[in-house]
């Protein structure tokens, strides 16, 4: 058998869980490289963030499985991951318009023997959790126990060094910045090029890009770059005692709050999403790191105040020290994009996100391997297949249009001190 060298484009979620099932089969795969912008953990990688969600809440049973079997090594005492997860559970407000993605999403867990996501009265939730202390009008609103959340940086960074263990080489500044994808005469993907103008080949290349993948390959559509708008509020340590045994309280057409973490800090992210068109025919990311200033826009701010008063009225008004853009890459139906590329042999597809892919990293690199050794199961490849023109089968968990940044003021200017 052949053993193939591997070229990996992205150093976030999908790249890291990519690099490290490949280096867990040395006698298939050799001189794995993972190539970044950035040192571990990417500046650019959605997975870089403070904290993620991790729940299996979902419409379609492809993705309660493979968050299932995420879950049991997130919680594994004798993992990867020990140390980083926490089972909070959490509260799931929704509207008129994702009441159908909950609904369908207890019809599945159901369906699966999983726990299923139980009504519960607002009364109710004072009763167990005083400290939740709005009157959450016109919340329809689940408990689901199974859920919490992980500490992502640290997650990311550890299965990263597990890679680097099992001999996969990070190459990051101007000498893993990739500009180009290279090809030969057939069409062939054969490398990448990078700033610095070095030129790297290998046997199978894996464009793990996420939100910047659209700059270096025409996606056809099926790539929409959006960025989450995300904002932290400090508190004190008395106050950090005051919320640690708080669930997750989160509303699919308001907004996202995490318990405060162990430095005090409370993350709070809108389920407003911004596009970035810019005139163009692709959304396109506007990273951070290129534009130091940006921050949540003054409209979502609004939303993201205002809901927080139905919920916590106390932490509406607090400073926020921080806000941010975190940019991912949805698709139009928002199931993964793994898959070869049906014009360019030897290039493969890992991308698509969708504002949920973290939540399996522990595994999702599996199913791209699967993926190029040409076994992943029917079902799922159908699914992940390279799908121009491809729409919504599922109740939409995120019914809130979209704004475009070149349509909305005040969104420099404010990575601190609003």
């Known amino acids: 058998m052949m053993v193939k060298s591997v070229l990996i484009v992205g150093g976030g979620t999908f790249g890291t869980s990519t690099a490290y099932h490949l280096s867990l089969k040395p006698d298939s795969y050799k001189n794995i490289t993972v190539l970044d912008r950035f040192p571990v953990p990417s ?11 991790i729940r299996n809440d979902y419409a379609d049973p492809l993705y309660a499985k493979l968050t299932t079997e995420a879950m049991t090594l997130w919680a594994d005492p004798k993992g990867l991951y020990d ?17 159908d993605f909950v ?28 400290i939740v202390s709005g009157d959450m009008d016109g919340w329809s609103t689940v408990w689901n126990p199974s859920a919490g959340w992980a500490n992502a940086r640290g997650a990311l960074t550890r299965l990263a060094i597990a890679a680097q263990q099992n001999r996969v080489t990070y190459k990051d500044g101007p000498q893993g910045h990739v500009v180009q994808l290279l090809y030969d005469e ?13 030129a790297y080949f290998a046997d199978i290349v894996i464009l793990t890009a996420g939100a910047a993948a659209a700059t270096l390959l025409d996606m056809q559509g099926q790539l929409v770059a959006k960025g989450h708008t995300v904002g932290h509020i400090q508190c004190s340590p008395a106050e950090a005692k005051k919320y640690e045994k708080m669930p997750i309280v989160g509303h699919l057409e308001g907004g996202l709050l995490f318990p405060p973490q162990e430095d005090g800090i409370f993350k709070f992210s809108a389920m ?22 940006d921050g949540v826009p003054e409209p979502i701010e609004k939303k993201m105040r205002k809901w927080l008063k139905e919920c916590f009225p106390e932490l509406a008004d607090r400073e926020w020290f ?22 360019h042999a ?15 990293m522990p595994v999702v690199g599996k199913y791209v391997v699967e993926s190029l050794e040409g076994v992943l199961n029917k079902e799922t490849k159908g699914k992940w297949r390279w799908r ?28 601190s001190r609003l």
């Open 43 to 53: 500046k650019e990688a959605a997975g870089n963030d403070i904290n993620k969600v």
């Open 272 to 293: 407003d999403f911004v596009t970035n068109y810019e005139g163009r025919s692709v959304s396109l990311p506007r990273y951070r790191e290129d534009n130091k200033g």
């Open 346 to 360: 030897g290039l493969h597809l890992a991308v698509g996100g969708s504002a949920h892919g973290f939540k399996m």
């Open 83 to 99: 140390g980083l997860y926490h089972r909070c559970g959490w509260l799931l407000g929704a509207a008129e318009g994702s009441k």
């Open 388 to 415: 121009p023109g491809a729409k919504m089968q599922h109740a939409n968990p995120h019914p809130t249009p979209l704004l475009e940044l070149s349509d909305i003021s005040g969104f420099q200017g404010r990575t």
């Open 186 to 198: 057939s069409g062939r993907c054969v490398g990448a090029r990078t700033a610095d103008n070095s």
């Open 103 to 130: 609904r369908e999403s207890a019809e599945t867990a159901k369906s699966l023997g999983l726990v299923v996501a139980q009504p519960v009265s607002t009364q109710e939730i004072k009763k167990r959790w005083p």
């Open 322 to 343: 921080e806000t941010r853009l975190c940019w991912d890459a949805d698709t139009p139906d928002l199931h993964f994009l793994i898959d070869e590329h049906p014009s």
